[in-house]
């Protein structure tokens, strides 16, 4: 597998490959522990054998093999290790890329709601303006028109009374007429 492939895989499936490796280690582990036992069973053919050269001859590739054995799994270990923090670490730079778009994303909306709002806000506020000017204007033409009402009845009254006014003014108090 390559790292191309390796990272485009899941976190799920990285750790069953994980898993998979694990269970290669087992077994090689388990096949170690075999050629262990045949190494035992070698001895016996050691002494069988009649010549330490040979025996040491077909042990040395028994120990080869499981040495290269160790080694390969090792190896793929560690790679595998190398690829899964190479893919973590990629995914946590995309996750971080996101929730920094998101939060400016989220900002750029929280300031145009509040242009919104305040540009409502302008307009409410000249709207209430106008209302205020037309009603304190249309109050002022009204109490203007009452007053010239109530000064056209003064007037009115005054004048309608003019003659008792100057019956009144030619009789002081106190004074009779006869």
Same mark, same amino acid.
């Given at each position: ?73 090792? %190896?793929?270990? /560690?790679? &595998?290790?190398?690829?899964? *923090?190479?893919? @973590?670490?990629? =995914? !946590?730079? $995309?996750? #971080? ?10 900002? %750029?909306?929280? /300031?145009? &709601?509040?242009?919104?709002? *305040?540009?409502? @806000?302008?307009? =409410? !506020?000249? $709207?209430? #303006? ?49």
């Amino acid at each position: 597998m390559t790292d191309k492939d390796l990272r485009k895989l899941r976190r799920e499936e990285l750790l069953e490959l994980l898993i998979d490796q694990s269970r290669k280690n087992e077994e090689l582990q388990a096949e170690l522990s075999k050629l262990r036992g045949r190494l035992e069973e070698r001895q016996i053919c050691l002494q069988e054998a009649g010549s330490i050269a040979e025996a040491s001859l077909r042990l040395n590739g028994v120990f080869d093999a499981a040495q290269t054995a160790a080694e390969q799994y090792l %190896e793929n270990i /560690r790679e &595998m290790s190398g690829r899964q *923090e190479s893919v @973590c670490a990629q =995914l !946590e730079q $995309e996750s #971080r890329a996101r929730a920094e778009r998101r939060i400016a994303e989220a900002e %750029e909306k929280c /300031r145009s &709601m509040e242009r919104e709002t *305040e540009e409502k @806000c302008r307009t =409410l !506020e000249a $709207e209430a #303006r106008e209302e205020h000017d037309r009603v304190t204007a249309q109050a002022r033409q009204e109490a203007e028109s009452y007053w010239q009402e109530v000064s056209r009845k003064l007037e009115d009254f005054y004048a309608a009374h003019a003659g008792l006014r100057e019956l009144l003014a030619m009789h002081k108090p106190g004074q009779m007429q006869g």
